[in-house]
Each structure stands twice: as C-alpha cells, then as structure tokens.
C-alpha cells in the first residue's frame, strides 16, 4: 500500500505502521511531504489553512469577506469558455489568485496568502 500525504495526495512512499495510530486512525503524515510541512508550520504558528476546491471556496470566500477584503471567483478561458478556475483576493496590483488545488493562507493579523499546489507531474 502507498502512502499518500493528508494535505497534496502527493505520494510519500510505502505504507507503514507509523501511519495508523492506536486507534486505527491514519496519521497526519503532512510533515513529511516537502509541499505540505510549509502549512504545517504556518498552522502551528496560528494560522489557519484551507484547501480551495469547488466545495470550499463559498466559505473561504465569506471568511475572506469578513477580514475586510475584497474576493470574488477568478475566471479564465479553458477550452474557450470563460471558467472559473479559483479565487482572487484584493483588488489592483496587490491582489492574490488562488487555483483550486492551491491552498489559502490564514495569517493571525488577518492577511491571507496563497500556498501553491505541486506541480502535477505531467
Ligand atoms: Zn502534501
């Protein structure tokens, strides 16, 4: 069985013992993949994270909204239709873009950042 991170779904390697916890649990093995351990510290620093997906990114949106700044979806042109393919953050040259698949940042004094999703091996 391979083991994949809780965060990225990146692989990380076979399958161990140190993955279930005493109560048949799967462990975070975030920490140990090279993409995720940056939002693992950022989280034991008081930041909060959240993966953007199709499912999350109404609520981000709100919690966005409710720190005072300005998000609404970022669209693009995929196969030319105009799509929506993330957020943004902020207006003008300071503004931010998530991608679904990216996660967003929650700083402690209310700023948020994008963390990149690895590059899909293509
Ligand atoms: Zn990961």
């Not at 013992?17 to 975030?30: F, M, Q, S």
């Not at 981000?60 to 970022?74: E, F, M, Q, S, T």
Request: charged share 30%; net charge negative.
């Amino acid at each position: 069985m391979k083991r994949a991170c809780n965060g990225c779904g990146q692989h990380l390697g076979d399958a161990d013992n140190r993955d279930v916890d005493n109560h048949g649990n799967l462990t975070d093995v975030r920490s140990e993949c090279h993409n995720c351990r940056p939002l693992v510290e950022l989280e034991a620093a008081g930041c909060k994270t959240f993966h953007l997906t199709l499912r999350t990114i109404a609520r981000i949106d709100n919690l966005v909204d409710r720190d005072g700044h300005y998000a609404k979806g970022y669209f693009e042109a995929v196969d030319g239709k105009t799509t929506c393919v993330g957020l943004r953050i902020g207006t003008g040259e300071d503004r931010i873009v998530a991608r679904y698949g990216d996660h967003l940042v929650r700083h402690p004094d209310g700023t948020w950042t994008v963390h990149q999703a690895p590059e899909k091996a293509s």
